[in-house]
């Protein structure tokens, strides 16, 4: 089969099309012939170890896994003996971040792990795209703690993170707040923020409202910058640690005054995140955005664009048609 091979950390160029074995799957496991996935910042991330700390996940001297693409939409093509839920040629997708594969033409993941079949009303493409920006935006949602009726904050709204957050904020009924640029302000108030606030024209710090929850999804702000903007107990998360890994410091230390904090939640994704994302998308409450797509010969261009950090939403990788 065709696949994108990484096989020392690095820029784009270290990704290489090549041909390589057909995974077989295991008793518990699942073959799924992958139809889409995407390139995205956590695929991106791990590739370059730009961050040493990722190495101790991904392997400390070259990469234990060495096919990306952590999202993935196709259809299972074998199971293995011990495999109760899935049925050859069920359509599925999900998150793969333990043995990932989506920038390959088959995977292999266990019937447990975060897969179930596409909801019923999109595409392969669009259903690749539903989890990652989703899943980290739902664990920093959770983490915040923040409740129907309160007032969030997201900076960076055009992000994969970004443009769930601010549907999964609606959806637990918050009062959103977002920050974009000038081009997005009609996107994002389709996806449904209640204020936009164009950084370009704007400055979002001297905004009058006060937020339980401030969710940099980009990681561009600082806590001492949205500090003043935040209730007395109020909490700010940002996707990024932040310069001299200022948010990991002040995510050990500012819960223990019990005011305004800082946290830095690790992400879990589970079986049930990819179900609650798929019951929102049957009921229109969540729609990944997808900003363009590329093929696999192009895994290059389309990591390039992507680290440019200006992507609008998601990058679809087409795998099949
Ligand atoms: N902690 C983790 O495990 C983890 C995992 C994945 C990603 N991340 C991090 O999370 C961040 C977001 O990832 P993502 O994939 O959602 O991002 P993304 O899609 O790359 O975000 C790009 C978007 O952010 C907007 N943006 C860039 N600079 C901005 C600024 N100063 N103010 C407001 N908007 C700005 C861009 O629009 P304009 O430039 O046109 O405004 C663009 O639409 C990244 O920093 C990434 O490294 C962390």
């Known amino acids: 089969m065709k696949a994108v091979v990484y096989t020392k950390y690095g820029p784009p160029e270290v990704a290489v099309l090549k041909e390589v074995p057909k995974p077989t799957p295991k008793d518990n496991e699942v073959l799924v012939k992958v139809y889409a996935s995407t390139v995205n910042r956590t695929d991106a991330g791990f590739r370059s170890a730009e961050y040493f700390v990722s190495r101790f996940w991904s392997g400390l001297f070259k990469p234990n896994h060495q096919i990306l693409g952590c999202e993935f939409a196709g259809i299972i093509e074998e199971t293995g003996k011990q495999v109760t839920i899935f049925q050859k040629g069920d359509h599925v997708f999900g998150f793969n971040d333990k043995s990932w594969g989506g920038h390959g033409e088959y995977l292999t993941i266990a019937e447990s792990d975060a897969i179930t079949t596409i909801p019923n009303n999109v595409t392969f493409d669009v259903a690749a795209a539903i989890t990652e920006g989703a899943h980290y935006a739902l664990n920093n949602i959770k983490a915040s703690e923040i409740e129907s009726g309160q007032n969030a904050l997201v900076y960076g709204a055009t992000g994969a993170i970004g443009s769930a957050a601010v549907q999964l904020l609606k959806h637990f009924g918050i009062n959103v707040t977002a920050v974009c640029n000038t081009k997005n302000v009609d996107l994002v108030k389709a996806l449904g923020a209640d204020v936009v606030i164009d950084y370009q024209t704007k400055d979002f710090t001297k905004t009058a409202t006060r937020f339980h929850f401030i969710f940099d999804a980009v990681g561009k702000s600082s806590f001492g910058q ?64 997808i900003d363009r797509q590329y093929i696999l010969s192009q895994i290059v261009e389309a990591y390039k664009y992507v680290e440019t950090g200006q992507k609008t939403g998601n990058v679809i990788l087409k795998i099949a048609d």
């Open 226 to 289: 949205c500090k003043p903007l935040l209730t007395n107990k109020g909490v700010y998360i940002s996707t990024e640690l932040g310069k001299n890994v200022a948010n990991i410091f002040l995510a050990l230390t500012t819960p223990i005054f019990g005011g305004k904090r800082v946290l830095f939640p690790i992400p879990v994704m589970n079986k049930e995140t990819v179900i609650f994302l798929k019951q929102l998308v049957e009921k229109g409450e969540y729609k990944p955005v």
